[in-house]
């Protein structure tokens, strides 16, 4: 147990470590800048913008969330711990996302500059910089997943948990492409795409809806559904981001 609780400990002083320097670093260069006036805001914009945006944040953390309570809905009383191996294993799959913190702590900023600037060229090396550091980050993770994943979740949470590799190797490659759609969105913020933002999480809530349909072993039908579900805001937003990019529109985007 106190091996555990010292690599759970571990985990997240590391996960603090790179959240709080890249932010300080950026806050030290906020504080540098020189003082401007700000321009009116137009209101209406502001609001319309903000509630996609919170339409796509809410089915975002639903997808995110939603895998256990739908293996509950798809298993037979007598499958119960299938739900808490499938938590377990999620949490697992899931361990890149406290790195990911300190990447998208200063991947808004950044992205927000080259935009004000408007510097397509910088805006592009952005974002290729940190979908490259994602991709590399998710491949580690789904590497260590397929190694080991049984194993760590036997060793995490105790000889009764089990799910097969291939079910943990496939929570692992939805964890990646979410993360990737964490910095896809932003992206396509920097080019105001916030509508296409909250309609490709509503495409990918009724796609993560179907798959759980599917006539398949709850476990596998739910992993298949967040894998397709995740895909689409991945697919969805490349086009959104390079169609605000254009040059007869610039960085203006949607």
């Known amino acids: 147990v106190s091996a555990r609780a010292a690599a759970v400990t571990g985990s997240l002083l590391v996960a603090v470590a790179l959240t709080v320097r890249p932010l300080a670093t950026e806050m030290r260069k906020l504080a540098r800048l020189p003082q401007v006036r700000p321009r009116p805001l137009a209101w209406r914009?502001?609001?319309?913008?903000?509630?996609?945006?919170?339409?796509?944040?809410?089915?975002?953390?639903?997808?995110?969330?939603?895998g256990p309570i739908a293996v509950r809905l798809l298993t037979t009383p007598a499958q119960?711990?299938?739900?808490?191996?499938?938590?377990?294993?999620?949490?697992?799959?899931?361990?890149?996302t406290l790195a990911f913190a300190a990447l998208q702590a200063v991947l808004?900023?950044?992205?927000?500059?080259?935009?004000?600037?408007?510097?397509?060229?910088?805006y592009r090396r952005t974002v290729s910089q940190a979908l490259v550091a994602t991709c590399g980050l998710g491949v580690v993770g789904t590497a260590i997943c397929a190694v080991a994943g049984p194993e760590l979740l036997r060793w995490f949470s105790g000889p009764g948990f089990d799910l097969p590799r291939s079910d943990i190797v496939l929570l692992a490659v939805s964890?990646?492409?979410?993360?990737?759609?964490?910095?896809?969105?932003?992206?396509?913020?920097?080019?105001?795409?916030?509508?296409?933002?909250?309609?490709v999480w509503v495409l990918a809530a009724g796609v993560?809806?179907?798959?759980?349909?599917?006539?398949?072993?709850p476990i596998?039908?739910?992993?298949?559904?967040?894998?397709?579900?995740?895909?689409?805001?991945?697919?969805g937003l490349v086009?959104?981001?390079n169609r605000g990019l254009s040059p007869a529109r610039g960085t203006s985007g949607d």
Do not use: W
Not at 80 to 96: D, H, K, Y
């Open 45 to 66: 914009s502001v609001l319309r913008s903000m509630s996609a945006l919170d339409v796509a944040s809410v089915l975002a953390q639903t997808l995110v969330n939603v």
């Open 80 to 96: 119960a711990g299938l739900v808490g191996s499938f938590l377990a294993a999620a949490l697992i799959a899931r361990a890149p």
């Open 108 to 122: 808004i900023p950044k992205l927000a500059e080259t935009v004000e600037r408007r510097d397509v060229a910088a």
């Open 175 to 199: 964890t990646t492409l979410y993360l990737i759609t964490l910095v896809l969105q932003p992206a396509a913020i920097a080019v105001r795409g916030h509508r296409a933002i909250a309609m």
């Open 208 to 217: 993560f809806v179907g798959g759980c349909l599917l006539p398949l072993d």
């Open 220 to 235: 596998r039908a739910v992993n298949l559904a967040l894998v397709a579900a995740m895909a689409v805001p991945v697919v």
């Open 239 to 241: 086009p959104v981001i």
